[in-house]
Structure formats: structure tokens, C-alpha cells
């Protein structure tokens, strides 16, 4: 009972860890106020934040379980993962603050930086996935 604890108390601390490089690494912070979401490595959503869900117009339960492409139809064609990783080209896009169109509940389409942040392990991986508006009242109204 004791080792089982105690590999938890490890995966926490090596969770905490990569939150923290990853927050650097995004240069943002997980908090409700970024719009942000977690996908699979096949690209389904499995975790929204309010703001997330707010900036699309969805309630979060309705974001959750979809394909990301139905929200950013730019990357429907892409492969997220090559090889266990995230894809480089994505990795570069996100660097470079290349924008995406992202689109509302609405059909409203709007301009968008979006970060693509690899996060797991060897067995599992996901992508965080932070979309940072470049046309506010657009994706606020």
C-alpha cells in the first residue's frame, strides 16, 4: 500500500512539473480566464474550460467528446501525432504565432493564435490545446 502511495505522490510531482515547464513553454497559465482544452492523440476533446467553451459559445459538455477540426477546420487534413509526438509542423505553427480560423457555435469564424502543448508520457500522450483570440469583439460577440 505504502509503494502505490508513494508512486502517486511521484506522478503528482511529475505532473506539477510538466504543468509548470508547459505554462512556460505556452507562456500563459491554465487558469479559467485561458481559453484552453485537452485532446486525446486522436484529436478528440476530452477536457474544456469555461473559457474555452464561453469563447465558442457551447456549453462545456457539448465541447467535450468532439473532434477538434469541427472548432479549428484549418487542421481537419493534419496529423496531430507522428510518431508519438506531436506533430513539428503544428509545434512551429504555435511557435510562430500562426493564425488559425476558429469558429463559433454560430458559424461566426474567427482569427486565433492557437498553442498546441504536448503533454504525457511514453505510453500516452495529449496536446493542450490554448486559443488566444487576435479579433476579441469578433469572438466575444
Known amino acids: 500500500m505504502k509503494n502505490i502511495q508513494k508512486e502517486y505522490r511521484d506522478t503528482d510531482a511529475a ?6 515547464s508547459y ?3 505556452a507562456n500563459t497559465s491554465l487558469n479559467e480566464e485561458t481559453p484552453a482544452m ?3 492523440d486522436s484529436g478528440i476533446i476530452t477536457e474544456c474550460n469555461w473559457a474555452c467553451a464561453r469563447l465558442l459559445g457551447y456549453p462545456q ?13 484549418q487542421i481537419q487534413e493534419t496529423v496531430l501525432f507522428k510518431d508519438r509526438h506531436l506533430n513539428p509542423h503544428l ?9 488559425f ?3 463559433r457555435c454560430n458559424g461566426a469564424f474567427f482569427a486565433s493564435q492557437i498553442f498546441f502543448v ?8 495529449f496536446i493542450r490545446v490554448i486559443i488566444r ?3 476579441l469583439e469578433t469572438a466575444y460577440s
Open 118 to 125: 504536448e503533454l504525457g508520457n511514453t505510453c500516452e500522450s
Open 61 to 73: 459538455t457539448q465541447v467535450i467528446r468532439q473532434h477538434i477540426s469541427k472548432f479549428l477546420p
Open 38 to 40: 485537452m485532446l486525446n
Open 15 to 20: 505532473v506539477d512539473t510538466i504543468t509548470r
Open 133 to 135: 483570440p487576435t479579433e
Open 23 to 25: 505554462k512556460h513553454v
Open 91 to 99: 509545434r512551429f505553427l504555435s511557435r510562430i504565432g500562426h493564425n
Open 101 to 103: 480560423q476558429a469558429v
